[in-house]
Structure formats: C-alpha cells, structure tokens
C-alpha cells in the first residue's frame, strides 16, 4: 500500500507523521514548495518528495497527485502531515489483503481529533475518505476557482467513488503541533469558501452531495452555531471531555457563526452592487 502526504511547511508534524508510517511498502510526500525544512526532513526519513505547484486550476492538489504520481500500489492512504494511523487501524489494513481482486473503491476512516493538547473521544467526529483505489475515485471538479480560502486543495467534500465504499474500524489521528492560533487562521480562510458558495446555490447544492452523510444533513440546518453546539457538547456528550471539549465546541461553533457572518456581508455588498449599478446606468 502506498501512503501519500500533503504537505505545505509543515516540519513540525512531519518527523511523528513519518515515523507513524513505517510499517509501509512505500510512503510519497507530495510537498507545495515548502520553505522550511520539510523537504530534507521527508527525504531524510526515506519518503520519496515530489513537488506540486498549484496553476490556479483543476486538477487541484489530491486529484492531481492521482493522475500524475507513479506508484508501487494502486490503494493509496492520504494523510496529512499533521496524522498517523492508529496501531488498530495498521492491523486492520494489513488484514484486508488489497492486493486480491475486490470490488471496493474507496474506505471511509474515522478521525481521532487532539484539540488543545487532548484526544477528544467524545462530542462532533469527522470522516475522512483516506483510503481510495486510485483507478476507481475522483475528486469532483466544482465551480469554486474563485472562491478564497482554499487555494489548491479540494474542499470539504470526499472523492467521488466508482464502486462500493466500506468503513474501517481502526482510526487516524489528527494532531496538529501548531498553535492554536493556526487552527483560527485556517478555520478563518475555510469560513471565506463555504460563505462564497453560500451565495452561489448550484455549487453549493454540487458540494453538498459530495459530502457524508453527516455533513449533507447539518448543511440544511438552520441556526447551525447554537444547534452545533448542542450537538457535539451535550448530545455527542463533548463535556466528558473536560476543558478541550467545551473549547472545541465553542470553536466549531464560532466558524458556523463566521460562516454566517460573512454570507450576511457578501449579500449586502451584493445588493448594494445591483443597486448602485441601476442608478448609474443610463
């Protein structure tokens, strides 16, 4: 199985990420002009580096790396440079011989997310598509070239699948070593795509139903911040998580009340547009 890593400066993740993958035939780093040690430190601990300079176009990042990057395997696992796989989820792997003929085309995995120093086992869970069939899944091309915030990566959404999609039980940690302030700074930018697409209903509508299940349902919730909230602190049971928990809640919530937001101002600033247009046209 071959692991392919996104990276873009991001040394300070890196060194766990790699040596959490070296149960692994063959482990690809796909690097965005890094500036920082990422590269050596990639090279040095035997991953393969190849460099994506991003056009401005589809294909962007994961798809491109797809149809461009030769490797060993046809099952590729994506991680960030921020994620390892779980002892369990490497077992698992290793038991369903992918190498035989199978129908499957793409594996949904679990995240276990470490937000403010602790793995949250409780409260909003995300899934990641991370295992695909490279000939049997594409990442979707949608109307969002314009749209700030995400640049050369796809957006919130999974890879279309050609065939059957299964889920594993073993788990991916997600632990980003950045300050938190990076989190916000992220969060920040993804609020400016998902406000953009608010106003433009067909790419909206395309990525919503490239979404999970999850995701497809509460994209029609109204008053998303509170109902968030109350979803993954009290329902999902986020308090037994302690401080983190309430932390993490009170972000995501935050991000759905930016995403608000900034629709809000994008439609004045619409309007506005059209209204001054009519009165300066003859």
Sequence with gaps: ??????????????RACLAGLRDFDEVVVIDSNSTDATVDIAQGMDATVVNFTWNGKYPKKKQWQLQNVETKHA????????????TELINELRSLHLERPTTAA???????YVFAGRVLRHGHRVVKRALVHRDRVRFPIVDDLDAPGMGELEGHYQPEASGP???????ITHDDKDPVRTWFDRHNRYSDWEAFLRLRPDSREEIAQRRSKQGKLFDLVPFKPAIFFGYSFIMRA?????????????ALS???WQIGLKTRELDRNTRLSCVLGKSESP
């Design 165 to 171: 999609v299964k889920s594993l039980r073993g788990r």
């Design 1 to 14: 199985m071959t692991v392919m890593v996104q990276t873009k400066n991001e040394e300070v993740g890196l």
């Design 106 to 112: 793409a594996y949904d995995i679990r995240l276990d």
């Design 254 to 256: 935050m991000y759905y």
């Design 75 to 86: 099952w590729v696992l994506f991680m960030d440079a921020d994620e390892t796989p779980s």
């Design 238 to 250: 986020g308090f037994l998580d302690g401080r983190a928990g309430l932390d993490y809640a009170l």
